[in-house]
C-alpha cells in the first residue's frame, strides 16, 4: 500500500526559510515524479515545483529562484528548500507522488506559516 508523508513545515518570518521533506513508501519501484503543491484559503492547489525521476524540474513562476526541489539518493524522496519565504507563501503544502499504472498518491499536508 503506497504511502506518501511530508513533515517540516512551521511558522516562520518573512525572508526566512524552511525545508519540508516528503518520503513515498510502498510501489516505489513504480514511482515516476514528484511534486509539491500548495493550498491557500479560498484559493485551488497550485503547482509549487516538481520533479521527474531523471531529476528535471520545473517551478511555478512565483517561487523560481527563491524555492528549490531536489530528489533523495533512495529517489523516494523529495525535499523542498524554501528561502526568502514570503507571507504569500502561506499555504498548507502537500506533497504528491506520481506512479506508473496506478493513480498519483497525495500527503496529508504540512501547515506553512509566514509572518510579516
Known amino acids: 500500500q503506497v504511502q506518501v508523508v511530508e513533515s517540516g513545515g512551521g511558522l516562520v518570518q518573512a525572508g526566512g526559510s524552511l525545508r519540508l521533506s516528503c518520503a513515498a513508501s510502498g510501489s516505489i519501484f513504480r514511482l515516476n515524479r514528484m511534486g509539491w503543491y500548495r493550498q491557500a484559503p479560498g484559493n485551488q492547489r497550485e503547482l509549487v515545483a516538481r520533479v521527474t525521476s531523471d531529476g528535471s524540474t520545473n517551478y511555478a513562476d512565483s517561487v523560481k529562484g527563491r524555492f528549490t526541489i531536489s530528489r533523495g539518493d533512495a529517489k523516494n524522496t523529495v525535499y523542498l528548500q524554501m528561502n526568502s519565504l514570503k507571507p504569500e507563501d502561506t499555504a498548507v503544502y502537500y506533497c504528491?507522488?506520481?506512479?506508473?499504472?496506478?493513480?498519483?498518491?497525495w500527503g496529508q499536508g504540512t501547515q506553512v506559516t509566514v509572518s510579516s
Open positions: 504528491n507522488a506520481e506512479f506508473y499504472g496506478i493513480p498519483p498518491h
